[in-house]
Nanobody
Framework: QVQLVEAGGGLVQTGDSLRLSCAAS????????MAWFRRAPGKEREFVAGISWSGGRTRYVDSVKGRFTISRGNAKNTMYLQMNSLKPEDTAVYYCAATMSGVYVVPVTYDFWGQGTQVTVSS
């Protein structure tokens, strides 16, 4: 079992930065690929970024490439999402997720989910 807790969301203005964190419990954190998803009002949950268990492979949705950076610290059981140059269309609830399968964009491949943290970007 892995329990995930997100933090770091908030209300910011266009162009600002935020860093989200996802703290994981459990002794096998380093065995899981991790990802960030988001759900905007009235939209489906969307893959944002993912990272392999070793941190050696990352993957991003096109809309955040060059602006967001995913990373993980296995010693601290924590994953991060550095979000720069935020836009109003980034407004959503952001969720972290874990899977033994690999860095996939499909939500059903993820076994564990956090409760989410709200990110709101004002124009």
């Amino acid at each position: 079992q892995v329990q995930l807790v997100e933090a770091g969301g908030g209300l910011v203005q266009t162009g600002d930065s935020l860093r989200l964190s996802c703290a994981a419990s459990g002794r096998t954190f380093e065995s899981y690929a991790m990802a960030w998803f988001r759900r905007a009002p009235g939209k489906e949950r969307e893959f944002v970024a993912g990272i392999s268990w070793s941190g050696g492979r990352t993957r991003y949705v096109d809309s955040v490439k060059g602006r967001f950076t995913i990373s993980r610290g296995n010693a601290k059981n924590t994953m991060y999402l550095q979000m720069n140059s935020l836009k109003p269309e980034d407004t959503a609830v952001y969720y972290c997720a874990a899977t033994m399968s690999g860095v996939y964009v499909v939500p059903v491949t993820y076994d564990f989910w956090g409760q989410g943290t709200q990110v709101t970007v004002s124009s």
